[in-house]
Each structure stands twice: as structure tokens, then as C-alpha cells.
């Protein structure tokens, strides 16, 4: 691990790493991550080091305490600093790059002794965004978190950047700065990592006395009181508010500096959830501000299967959706849609900028109806590309043959995750594919990771490759070339295979596809 504390070298690496990914394009795809961190690094980065170690090639960890993002009678002074313990945790966490530079090299301070502010060219995130919740008593933090941020991507250039969600607030103006300023990168929210009592882990905790880190976990406490009430039914603010409260009101200790619900993404304040709401609060125990938050969703459950190729998802994503009445998102009929669009529309496969624009301005949809004369058969989803029905057109041999180079495009990836994405904003849905749950559906209620040994999937697939005159094959070599099809998958810098940690791992091998539909089926009713 290398730790940098100038700008120069920084770009120097970054410039090596990428003229090293494009020398071995198409052999060893890389991506690079960064995540941002003000250092006195704890469990909760390591999780965020851990998922960005998960996605990428590259992985940049930055140090540096923001004075822009302190108010004039806040903690900068006393923020904790612990530079070899925080490179310690990151060596561990197997980072590629610290960089950890002081504010003059960032342009904060001035090379004059006489004058040791400088006032910077500063990011301005919409006033909607900054007044509520932590902005309304931290004027100007907002300003100073996505002015260095802004820094951070241009200096870096990451695919990816990795933030908590226990600063949702932040998260949600650096998603919108990213939206609204065109900045090529992934932001990836990551959940709140607990202590054994609940607590967020923070880098403030450390200013807890031991009677305080006891009484500190009366925060979470509150919010789960909220879930509850929101789960018996009652949606409104003003109910879940009331139930923080409630819980909070014998502790004295605890200041309560806001409890509010607002729109997750938006920061808009919420009446009542109709779909999604972020639950969030501010205290002060002692002199120590904390802050937390849950995500409360009133939607359909999502059910997202991952697995390796051959484990038989389609096929049990399908029956599970029949099964339960839910939308089957066919993710692979979608790159078909779109790879049928491009050659009726005469496209060269290798035009890729002609392709985004194309797929770009394209709607997907799917229908879920039941058939005529009956009260519950549902027939499968049928597939709209621009108001168009391409159910039977997407099968042809044509398509099939193309929709590989398609979906390998970068592009069209991008676009078809927003679809799926939105069109699962409402929830209702089975999906399956290879990072379902870990990207696409990161918030899904059940994720089942479907997986069998190689053995098994090459001697389920040999029937089939004989049948279509591959007598020759082995099964010893089919084994052989599906281990290989794991690892690339494991491995590619896009859409990498990889099991959800809270997901639920089935080993088909022995079962038949009933049993496995049985055991999903019974797993959304455990846990819905």
C-alpha cells in the first residue's frame, strides 16, 4: 500500500493506472474506487473499503479533516487525527492508495505566512437540500463537504465513490451534485454499520464518556420504536415522530436537535410515506453530536436471485414470481429488447456512442396479466420497447446471436440498471441476474444467492449440448469450462458475480426446480 500526501503523486499513480488499463483492455479489466473518509477510521470505513475492495481493481482511500465543512464553534480543532492507525486498518483492508494531504495542498491555505485562508471556488448544492435536517443548524457545512468532494472526483477520477448511509444527508446532496454537475462516477450508499448496542459506529463516539456510550444507543432504540409503529400501519409523520419521542422523553441526557422524514433522495419533508421515507434524527448527549437514520419502505417485497451461470435462475426466478403473483423482471428479455431495437435500426455493433443514444431514449416495460376466463393464471410478462410488444421477436436466432456484444457495452448497462431500477421503485418484482441483489437491488427483502458445484451445472448442460451435436464434448471438459466462466465472472470489472451478505445461499444440487421454488417461496413468507 502506498500513502501519498501530494497532489502530484496522486496523479501520477492514477495516470499509471490507467495507461496500465489500457494496455491489458479486454484481458484484465480495472476500475478504481475512492472513498472518502476525515480519517479516525473505524469498522464502519472498513465496510465501505470492504464493498469498494469487492468491485474494484484500485482501491484510494482519502484522509483528510475538511475545515470547510466546520462551523466557527464546532470540534475541527479537537477532530480526532490518528494517520498510522487509520493506514494500519487500511493496509489491512488491502487499500491500494492513502492520500492524506493538509489543506494547502488541497488550495485552502495560502503559500503567503501572512495570510492563512484562502477562500476556494466553492460547490453550491441546491438550498432544498442544505436547510433541513443537519443544515439547519450547520450553515455552510454542506457548502465545504461537496466543495472538497468535487476536489476528490476530479483529482481521482473514480468509477466508483463509497459513502455511509448514516450520513444520508450527505449522501443524497453528493447524488444530486453528481446528477446535476455531469460527474462520471457511481455513487454507492452502503448501510449503517452498529455496535453490539446499536449505536452508529461514528468517528465522535470516541468523545462518549462510558456513562454516555451507555445511554447512546436510546437513539437507535427510538428509531426501531418508529419501524414499529409504521409497521402496525400508521404511515403519517406525525405518528413515527411521536413514537421517537416517546421513547426519548425520560432520558435527559439526550438533547433531541431534530427528528424529522423526508423524501430519501430529494430531502423534501414527508407527510406520510406512500413509497419510501428516511427517518432521521440529531442529539446532543454531553458535548457530542450524534446523528442516525432508518429507511422505512411501504412497497411490494423485491425477491433478487444471483447466482452463478447454469444454477437454473431464470427458470426459479419465473416460477417464484408466478408462485407469489409478483412481476417476473426478465433482465435478460431487456438486453434482447434492446439488441433487437439496435439492428432494426441498422446499427454497426461496434458504434457504441450511436447505441447509448439509441437505448438512451428507449422505454422498457413489462405487462403482467391474467388470462381471459380466468381469476388468478398469470400469464408470463410480456416485454414493450417503446409501446412496442417484442415478447416473441426478442427469441429469434438473430437476436440471440448479437445480444451478447450488445450488453457487453458499457452503455446500455448503464441505462437498462435506471430501467430496472425504476421500474422496481414500487417493489412486486423477482429479478435475477449477477449482481441483482448486491447492485442493482441493494435494498431487496429477500435475496437468495442460487449456486451449484460445476459437476453438477456441466452434467445438467451436457444433455442439452448433445442434443444440438457437440457429441464430442466431455463432461470432465464442460466442468473445466464452466469453473473458468466462474472465475472471469468473479473477477470482470463490471457487473462482478458476487453473493449479497445478507443473502440466503441455495446449493441446488440434488433438488429438484420444484423443491428450490418451494424453499424461496418459504423463505418470502418468513420473511414478509
Given at each position: 500500500m502506498r500513502l501519498y500526501t501530494t497532489v502530484a503523486a496522486l496523479r501520477s499513480y492514477i495516470k499509471q493506472h490507467r495507461t496500465a488499463a489500457a494496455l491489458t483492455k479486454g484481458i484484465q479489466p480495472t476500475s478504481l474506487a475512492l472513498v472518502p473518509t476525515m480519517g479516525a477510521l473505524h469498522i464502519g470505513h472498513r465496510s465501505l473499503i470492504e464493498r469498494a475492495r469487492q468491485k474494484n481493481s484500485s482501491v484510494i482511500v482519502s484522509i483528510f479533516v475538511n475545515p470547510l465543512q466546520f462551523g466557527p464553534n464546532e470540534d475541527f480543532q479537537k477532530y480526532p487525527r490518528t494517520l498510522e492507525h487509520d493506514r494500519q486498518l487500511c493496509e489491512e483492508a488491502g487499500v491500494d492508495v492513502v492520500f492524506a494531504p493538509t489543506p494547502q495542498e488541497l488550495g485552502l491555505t495560502s503559500h503567503n505566512l501572512n495570510e492563512t485562508q484562502v477562500t476556494p471556488t466553492e460547490v453550491v448544492p441546491p438550498a432544498a437540500m442544505t436547510s433541513v435536517l443537519c443544515g439547519c443548524s450547520r450553515p455552510g457545512h454542506f457548502q465545504g463537504v461537496t466543495t472538497i468532494v468535487t476536489k476528490l472526483f476530479n483529482l481521482v477520477q473514480p468509477d466508483r465513490a463509497y459513502f455511509g448511509q448514516k450520513d444520508a444527508q450527505q449522501v443524497a446532496i453528493i447524488q444530486r451534485m453528481v446528477h446535476d454537475l455531469n460527474i462520471p462516477v457511481e455513487i454507492v450508499s452502503c448501510p449503517i454499520i452498529r455496535e453490539p448496542s446499536g449505536l452508529a459506529y461514528s468517528s465522535r463516539n470516541q468523545y462518549l464518556s462510558a456513562e454516555e456510550k451507555d445511554i447512546a444507543p436510546a437513539l437507535y432504540r427510538s428509531l426501531l420504536a418508529a419501524e414499529q409503529t409504521f409497521k402496525a400501519g400508521d404511515h403519517t409523520a406525525s405518528a413515527m415522530i411521536a413514537s421517537v419521542k416517546n421513547e426519548l422523553m425520560p432520558i435527559s441526557q439526550i438533547?433531541?436537535?431534530?427528528?424529522?422524514?423526508?423524501?430519501?433522495?430529494?430531502?423534501?419533508?414527508?407527510?406520510?410515506?406512500?413509497?419510501?421515507?428516511?427517518?432521521?434524527?440529531?442529539?446532543?448527549?454531553?458535548?457530542?453530536?450524534?446523528?442516525?437514520?432508518?429507511?422505512?419502505?411501504?412497497?411490494?417485497p423485491i425477491v433478487a436471485i444471483d447466482g452463478p451461470a447454469g444454477a437454473g435462475k431464470s427458470t426459479v426466478a419465473s416460477m417464484v414470481a408466478k408462485s407469489l403473483g409478483l412481476l417476473y423482471l426478465d433482465t435478460g428479455a431487456m438486453y434482447r429488447a434492446v439488441t433487437w431495437l439496435v439492428l432494426q435500426s441498422k446499427i454497426p455493433l461496434d458504434d457504441e456512442p450511436t447505441i447509448a443514444e439509441l437505448v438512451s431514449r428507449s422505454c422498457i416495460s413489462f405487462d403482467k396479466s391474467v388470462e381471459p376466463g380466468t381469476d388468478d393464471c398469470v400469464l408470463p410478462s410480456q416485454i414493450f420497447i417503446n409501446g412496442e410488444n417484442v415478447t416473441e421477436v426478442i427469441r429469434t436466432l438473430e437476436v440471440t446471436a448479437h445480444v451478447s456484444a450488445v450488453s457487453a457495452l458499457p452503455a446500455v448497462r448503464e441505462v437498462l440498471v435506471k430501467q430496472q431500477q425504476s421500474i422496481g421503485q414500487k417493489g412486486g418484482l423477482v429479478a435475477e441476474g449477477r449482481d441483482i441483489g448486491t447492485h442493482v437491488f441493494p435494498d431487496a427483502e429477500l435475496k437468495i444467492f442460487l449456486t451449484a458445484s460445476a459437476k453438477e451445472r456441466a452434467r445438467r448442460r451436457l444433455p442439452d449440448l448433445q442434443k444440438h451435436n457437440q457429441e464430442t464434448i466431455t463432461i470432465e471438459k464442460l466442468e473445466a469450462d464452466i469453473e473458468e466462466r466462474d472465475r472471469k465472472d468473479s473477477t470482470r470489472a463490471v457487473s462482478p458475480l458476487r453473493k449479497a451478505t445478507d443473502a440466503i445461499e441455495i446449493v441446488t444440487d440434488g433438488l429438484t426446480i420444484p423443491e428450490v421454488v418451494n424453499r424461496i417461496v418459504n423463505c418470502y413468507h418468513s420473511r414478509t
Open positions: 438533547q433531541l436537535e431534530y427528528i424529522d422524514l423526508v423524501d430519501p433522495t430529494t430531502l423534501m419533508p414527508l407527510e406520510k410515506i406512500e413509497e419510501v421515507g428516511l427517518l432521521a434524527l440529531a442529539a446532543r448527549l454531553g458535548s457530542t453530536r450524534l446523528i442516525d437514520n432508518i429507511v422505512l419502505q411501504n412497497r411490494q
